[in-house]
């Protein structure tokens, strides 16, 4: 067995910089049932040299367990622990675009990116192939993506992402920062916007995008998608093939702002999330997994696991899925709910 530290990445948000070194120790967890057989143990918060850290003992981490572990939310470098010296461990990020895809957009609202990439992964880690977190081009949806931090995480790792959000200020300004940012970074892209349509009646608008890692990539049709809805997530599943997506996560409301226009946004969340999971579900591909942050002061973890099973997915609300709930402000108190479908 080898004894390993994890140096917590040194979040800009303080209040997510103090339940960092938790949360990482709750994502290892997940990480550790899924890849390594629950064979981690003394996992435990620390300091080293004044700089927070998480250590772990497990079995020697090969190259496969490694390109995982690399990816880890708050993760911002591994080392195999020696005495009292530490031997850096090569990492294997997924990351394919510059950082500032995620740090870039600044507004009222936005979800934590971390926060993001933290229920990605555990919800990716959760499906029937957690190998494919490293292994595949994963499809991903969000289905309330307000101006897309889960699109760009999914980027990121060099994903196909689709986002879904019935806000049209949040479509149209989505669309004039990918538009941009793409442009600005030289990426070879097509870009075409269309309203939907069906028998004569208007849906919503639809922003799809071509685009290549790099220019050998797209030269050679190997090509990321990605694609934005202007619609209502409850009818979901109108705007998107059944069974296409691997994963799909999602920051639920909070009880302020809602997805969906029916009932003049009056539902509470937990409303909201009993009609528009069907849709969801018709969505994920059998094996997948949805990721579902929300706020527990409007509604309860059981509310959400008995919402997700009358929806036909699997909770999994046991151990090591139940140390992800931490503060955010007087207001909001943020869990993370992972289901499968089997």
């Known amino acids: 067995m080898n004894e390993y530290a994890v140096m917590v990445y040194p979040s800009?948000?303080?209040?997510?910089?103090?339940?960092?070194?938790?949360?990482?120790?709750?994502?290892?967890?997940?990480?550790d049932r899924a890849v390594l057989g629950d064979r981690i143990t003394d996992l435990a918060?620390?300091?080293?040299?004044?700089?927070?850290?998480?250590?772990?003992?497990?079995?020697?981490?090969?190259?496969?367990?490694?390109?995982?572990?690399?990816?880890?939310?708050?993760?911002?470098?591994?080392?195999?622990?020696?005495?009292?010296?530490?031997?850096?461990?090569?990492?294997?990020?997924?990351?394919?675009?510059?950082?500032?895809?995620?740090?870039?957009?600044?507004?009222?609202?936005?979800?934590?990116?971390?926060l993001t990439k933290l229920v990605?992964?555990?919800?990716?880690?959760?499906?029937?192939?957690?190998?494919?977190?490293?292994?595949?081009?994963?499809?991903?949806?969000?289905?309330?993506?307000?101006?897309?931090?889960?699109?760009?995480?999914?980027?990121?790792y060099g994903y196909h992402a689709s986002g879904l959000d019935i806000d049209g200020k949040d479509f149209e300004e989505y669309g004039r920062f990918i538009r941009t940012w793409l442009k600005n970074k030289r990426i070879k892209h097509q870009a075409s916007a269309a309203p939907i349509r069906r028998e004569h009646s208007n849906l919503g608008r639809r922003l799809d995008i071509s685009l290549g890692v790099d220019k050998a990539s797209y030269k050679s049709g190997d090509t990321l998608q990605l694609s934005f809805v202007h619609g209502d997530t409850v009818r979901a599943a109108e705007f998107f093939r059944p069974?296409?997506?691997?994963?799909?996560?999602?920051?639920?409301?909070?009880?302020?702002?809602?997805?969906?226009?029916?009932?003049?946004?009056?539902?509470?969340?937990?409303?909201?999330?009993?009609?528009?999971?069907?849709?969801?579900?018709?969505?994920?591909?059998?094996?997948g997994a949805v990721g579902i942050s929300w706020n527990t002061q409007v509604a309860g973890r059981k509310e959400l696991a008995d919402l997700v099973?009358?929806?036909?997915?699997?909770?999994?609300?046991?151990?090591?899925?139940?140390?992800?709930?931490?503060?955010?402000?007087?207001?909001?108190?943020?869990?993370?709910?992972v289901a499968t479908k089997p």
């Not at 948000?13 to 990480?31: C, K, Q, T």
Request: aromatic share 6%; net charge negative; charged share 25%.
């Open 45 to 114: 918060s620390t300091t080293i040299g004044g700089v927070p850290c998480v250590t772990f003992t497990a079995p020697p981490l090969d190259e496969r367990a490694v390109a995982l572990l690399s990816n880890l939310s708050v993760l911002y470098a591994l080392f195999q622990v020696e005495g009292e010296l530490l031997r850096p461990v090569p990492l294997r990020r997924l990351d394919v675009f510059d950082s500032d895809l995620l740090t870039i957009q600044k507004y009222s609202g936005k979800t934590n990116e971390l």
């Open 120 to 156: 990605l992964n555990i919800t990716a880690l959760s499906t029937d192939r957690p190998a494919d977190l490293v292994d595949e081009r994963l499809r991903v949806l969000d289905p309330m993506c307000g101006r897309g931090t889960t699109l760009h995480q999914a980027m990121m």
């Open 243 to 287: 069974a296409s997506f691997d994963v799909i996560v999602t920051d639920a409301p909070y009880g302020i702002r809602h997805g969906s226009r029916a009932d003049k946004l009056s539902r509470t969340p937990s409303e909201l999330l009993r009609a528009a999971l069907p849709g969801w579900v018709k969505l994920l591909r059998p094996g």
């Open 12 to 31: 800009a948000n303080r209040v997510y910089a103090d339940a960092s070194a938790r949360l990482l120790i709750a994502e290892l967890r997940v990480f």
């Open 309 to 337: 099973g009358d929806a036909g997915l699997t909770a999994l609300d046991a151990e090591p899925y139940l140390g992800f709930e931490h503060w955010v402000d007087q207001a909001i108190v943020r869990d993370i709910l």
